[in-house]
């Protein structure tokens, strides 16, 4: 089953090129620590998911590139035709001449009804080179306009059109110092919408991947090409190839093959019982947890701490709350490797944070002008700060 990648803006096509790349590169890496049978079949997995027929020999990303200034979609498939072992289809990128100037009302309100059926025909194209259609995965920041405003519209267009089709959107935080004077703004609005239209959100913070490279990697100066780098070799551990099911040798063809869907219980259930102490508040309680192995000893590695039931909500079994996905095949020539992807109340801090300072913009009527001139009321702002208040509140109550 294959995944259709819609990079979106200059963040969401950059960090496109870059997870494009570092799939590649681990899917044809010679030293997989596993068999040769099993390489090849984890290639052929690879290759099914994220790239198409050849051309001359060199594989095609499934992917559309959408931003609506060309410098940056110019330079993304200059930058994979140059390097040689994989390109992006010759008519993949959509540009046009005016950005979104920062504002998410633009990208959505002006850009995203003006260019939508030349969007959503290519997307099409896409999904008819796939013989079986896995899902969507949208790439894409918050603070600024394309990424955040179109990015909003194309995901909403496409719960419309792909209603059966999983919709997965990579978002990227931006820094709590600020890179964009309304990046509260942008980001409430696309949060609420998204919260609306995707089955799921990856979020990444800027913050905690420019800490990974300072500190892990020891990066004097640091470029958003390192953490762009970063950001795609977590996502490649991710959604690489792993084996079905516990003890099989054949890959699962459906890459994003989890049920995201949370279902609380029925109010007034009995909740289930603690086995464990008491739970302090040093950790974020979960309600949903996915550990990714690769490599040396990963039948042998030990899980149990995250079977523990103070690390989940009280009306969730650990068993309904935490996944594991497994394969001998080493990512990117690391020995072993372990991934996690947790829903948790992580992201209450910093959500709480956004929320907060664009109310207080919100309050002073700081910049609204800027929004309504382009069809964004400021019910439309009210509704967005009601659901992510919500949203906090539901997390914190876990």
């Not at 999904?127 to 969507?136: A, M, R, T």
């Not at 800490?211 to 795609?232: G, T, Y």
């Not at 792993?242 to 869907?261: A, M």
Request: with cysteine.
């Amino acid at each position: 089953m294959s995944i259709v990648t819609v990079q979106l803006g200059q963040c969401g096509n950059q960090i496109g090129f870059e997870v494009f790349d570092a799939l590649f590169s681990d899917s044809h890496c010679p030293q997989g620590l596993c068999s040769k049978r099993e390489n090849d079949a984890y290639q052929v997995s690879c290759k099914e998911r994220f790239f198409s027929e050849e051309e001359n020999g060199v594989p095609i990303a499934r992917a559309v590139l959408v931003d609506m200034e060309p410098k940056v979609i110019s330079q993304t498939l200059s930058k994979a035709a140059q390097c040689g072992r994989w390109k992006y289809g010759q008519h993949s990128g959509f540009c046009q001449k005016q950005g979104s100037g920062n504002n998410w009302a633009y990208g959505y309100s002006v850009h995203g009804p003006r260019h939508e059926e030349s969007i959503m025909n290519l997307i099409q194209k896409e999904v008819e080179k796939c013989d079986s259609l896995s899902g969507f995965f949208i790439i894409m920041s918050m603070a600024g306009g394309t990424g955040s405003g179109l990015g909003a519209f194309i995901t909403q267009n496409l719960q419309d059109q792909y209603s059966s089709s999983l919709k997965m959107n990579q978002i990227i935080w931006p820094y709590r110092t600020g890179e964009v004077i309304v990046q509260n703004y942008n980001s409430i609005l696309t949060l609420s919408h998204l919260y609306r239209s995707s089955d799921a959100l990856l979020v990444h913070e800027n913050d905690a991947v420019h800490k990974i490279c300072a500190k892990l990697m020891n990066i004097k100066h640091i470029s958003f090409s390192n953490i762009n780098q970063v950001l795609a070799h977590q996502l490649g551990s991710v959604f690489q190839p792993t084996y079905s099911v516990e003890g099989s040798f054949h890959y699962r063809r459906n890459p994003l093959g989890i049920d995201w869907k949370v279902r609380p219980p029925l109010s007034g259930l009995p909740t289930l019982g603690k086995m464990s102490l008491n739970k302090e508040h040093h950790f974020n309680t979960s309600i949903a947890n996915l550990v990714i192995l690769r490599g040396k000893d990963v039948h042998s590695a030990d899980l149990g701490g995250f079977k523990d039931p103070a690390l989940y909500t009280s009306w969730l079994k650990p068993d309904n709350a935490f996944n594991v996905w497994k394969t001998q095949r080493a990512f990117s020539r690391y020995e072993k490797s372990a991934a996690l992807v947790s829903n948790s109340q992580f992201l209450v801090k910093p959500l709480d944070m956004i929320v907060g300072k664009a109310w207080n913009m919100f309050a002073s009527k700081a910049y609204i002008h800027q929004y309504t001139k382009f069809g964004i009321e400021e019910e439309d702002f009210l509704d967005s700060f009601t659901l992510l208040e919500q949203v906090v509140t539901s997390y914190c109550n876990l």
